[in-house]
């Protein structure tokens, strides 16, 4: 069954560091989210892109945050400098369709540590 | 701003018997409804959902109400099995959901008890 999966499953930064998450979606999709949940705080979304651009954003989603699809496989969140509150789960999901979420396939997310 | 409230954040039922999770809105926006499971170290999961030009919609053990005067829904889960044991999270959308933003519920952790 074709998955979403995320690497690194867990990332330690120091604070002020730049992060990269990376997401490699299910390959016939085409709309690629990013979600983020804090310990203890519900699922947040932060941003959907769709054909090579962002197509909605969160108030989360500021400038230290951008989003990049490199190689046509790969979808990726880059956090410029890391701050201890962006110490969380992040999710990213993908979706063939974007009329409805019921194709939102969801990876198993990578815990952000930010020392 | 919690537009999407699960005010329960566990539940306890005993196997067989009928799970109900509850979840409440405070944007008549919202027309779109889903529910998610999500196991430990792994991503959501979807299970259901439901328009709001509907107020009941069934898939197996899974059946999800929504009360639109109310700003209510909820999932049925029955009968309840020990693999049901999870955290159930309440999503809420605008638009069918059409860019993805979804608003989440805190959660409800579900333990079904042989």
């Known amino acids: 069954e074709p998955e979403v999966t995320q690497t690194p499953s867990h990332q330690v930064t120091q604070m002020g560091q730049e992060v990269i998450l990376r997401c490699v979606p299910i390959?016939?999709?085409?709309?690629f989210y990013w979600y983020r949940q804090i310990l203890g705080q519900k699922v947040e979304f932060l941003v959907s892109?769709?054909?090579?651009?962002?197509?909605?954003k969160s108030e989360i989603f500021d400038d230290q945050f951008s989003v990049e699809r490199p190689d046509g496989s790969n979808f990726t969140l880059k956090i410029r400098s890391t701050k201890l509150e962006d110490s969380a789960m992040y999710f990213c999901?993908?979706?063939?369709?974007?009329?409805?979420?019921?194709?939102?396939?969801f990876g198993q997310g990578t815990r952000l540590t930010v020392v | 701003d919690q537009q999407v409230k699960q005010n329960s954040p566990s539940l306890s039922v005993q196997e067989g018997r009928i799970s109900i999770l509850n979840c409440d809105y405070t944007n008549s926006m919202f027309d779109y409804f889903l529910w998610y499971k999500k196991y430990p170290a792994e991503g959501p999961t979807f299970l259901i959902s439901i328009s709001s030009i509907k107020d009941k919609n069934e898939d197996g053990r899974f059946t999800v109400f929504l009360n639109k005067s109310a700003k209510h829904l909820s999932l049925h889960i029955v009968p309840s099995q020990p693999g049901d044991s999870a955290v159930y999270f309440c999503?809420?959308?605008?638009?069918?959901?059409?860019?993805?933003?979804?608003?989440f519920g805190k959660g409800t952790k579900l333990s079904v008890k042989p």
């Open positions: 892109f769709y054909n090579n651009e962002i197509s909605e």
């Open positions: 999901a993908s979706s063939r369709r974007a009329v409805t979420n019921t194709e939102a396939f």
């Open positions: 999503a809420a959308s605008v638009g069918g959901g059409s860019q993805g933003n979804l608003i």
């Open positions: 390959s016939n999709h085409l709309y």
